[in-house]
């Protein structure tokens, strides 16, 4: 399918570990706790249909038409036009209004300066009306195997199985999900993101599968769960890996019967969502180690994407931090700044254990607190291991260059965090359980 210009998206986090979002086309979207709804909201003080978003020529309006009110800034609103990066609530929904592509018009696109060989501008290829964009993917890079990863992504997106995709933490697995759903016949139902690794093993299942009104203590509703929101669109289950033992043969009839059962409920309840799963762990040692399930994973694995770390594709590092440079310059409201030859250099030599997430907190970094119209290597010098310039570190078992690449990436973000575990493991967009497991791995103590 073609994307329309600047497609709009509506956005929600529905819980800790829970987030929605659904295109806008054409088409009326109705907004609600009504399984008739569009963008599915489970909670009671959201009317059945709430409010209706509509489209007159390229403009987007929201009307409400219900008893609780909808609120832009604690003002109650029944009519309003919306415009890019505007957010209204509902209920205790926050809900983000957005438009692809407005950003980056807005700014000059940013340089290499002193050394650069290659022009690494972002571009907006739209030469080929007949297939998604590099631009609506969201994947950048020209790499063989960037290139070679988005054949694949349009390949499996016309088909509806089951989809796993392994990369390491940061490189881009759930852009990879998005690019499928986008480029699918389903890319104007809901795109539901589920982390298994975010949300307490307790309330996982009442997530997933939702609840009736007393089925354990402080179910005063139903409530619909993940899978019931996903209706019509796709469900990305991340960190799938983290999912408990006892509730994946619930997520293999899910997967082989289309039909879910809430949590105190008997009735079952047919659900059409397209399954896409991630992970960082290596599922089939799982499987040997009997901590996940053979026949899920058989299931979930018809199958698999890998996605590159960016050490294994240094000529598209320059080309995405070009492209955060933009982004993060507007958000920020100043120019975009250069980028020096050495700072450049610099860049594609580090071996981003954090990949691309990491990449995009360095640029962060690196904006908001540079000085000049460019930015040079003293403003990436965190990058560098605290011992850089010193002999290398000698043990037992030296770290490799990753290693301590990753070692360097968990300090700075821990010290960033002031110390808190959870939202250091959230920022690294890993697991806790993972968090843990480095720190041991690595003797990194910190005070509790």
Known sequence: MIPAENPAILSVSISNGMRVEIRLGLKEI???????????????????????????????FLSDSSKNGTFVEDKRISQMHLEGGVEFRIGPYQIHFSREGKSQSTSEPPTVVSGATQDHTPRDDRRAPQSTSLTTLGIIG??????????????????????????????????????IHDSSARRDGPFVVVNCGAISPELIESE????????FTGATA???????????????????GELPLRLQPKLLRVLEQKEIKRVGGNEPI?????????????????????????????????ITLLV????????????????????????????????????????????????????????????????????????FAFLLPADSGSPAHVSS?????????????ILTELSRQKGNKTRTARELGIAKSTLFEKLKKYGIRTPE
């Open 308 to 379: 590159p770390p960016l050490r294994e594709r240094r000529e598209d590092i320059l080309p995405i931090a070009m492209h955060f440079l933009i982004d993060v310059a507007s958000r920020a409201n100043r120019p975009v700044p250069e980028l020096s030859g050495p700072a450049s250099e610099l860049l594609s030599s580090h071996d981003w254990p954090g990949n691309v997430r990491e990449l995009r907190n360095a640029i962060q970094r690196a904006v908001v607190m540079g000085e000049g119209p460019a930015l040079g290597p003293r403003d």
């Open 270 to 302: 047919l659900v059409d969502a397209r399954v896409l799963a991630a992970t960082n762990r290596n599922l089939k040692k799982e499987v040997s180690e009997k901590n996940f399930r053979d026949d899920l994973y058989y299931r979930i694995s018809t």
């Open 222 to 240: 139903q409530r619909r769960g993940a899978f019931e929101i996903a209706h019509n669109g796709t469900i990305f289950l991340d960190e799938i």
């Open 30 to 60: 109705r907004i609600g706790r009504s399984k008739e709804a569009d963008l599915l909201l489970p909670d009671p003080s959201v009317s059945r249909l709430h409010a209706r978003i509509f489209r007159v020529g390229n403009q987007y």
């Open 397 to 409: 078992q030296p770290l490799s260059r990753w290693e301590q690449s990753e070692k360097t990436n």
């Open 142 to 179: 020209q790499s063989v195997a960037i290139n070679k990863l988005i054949k694949n992504v349009r390949r499996v997106a016309v088909s509806d199985f089951p989809v796993l995709i392994e990369g390491e933490t940061g490189s881009g697995k759930e852009l990879v999900s998005r690019g």
């Open 208 to 215: 997933l599968f939702g609840h009736e009104k007393g089925a």
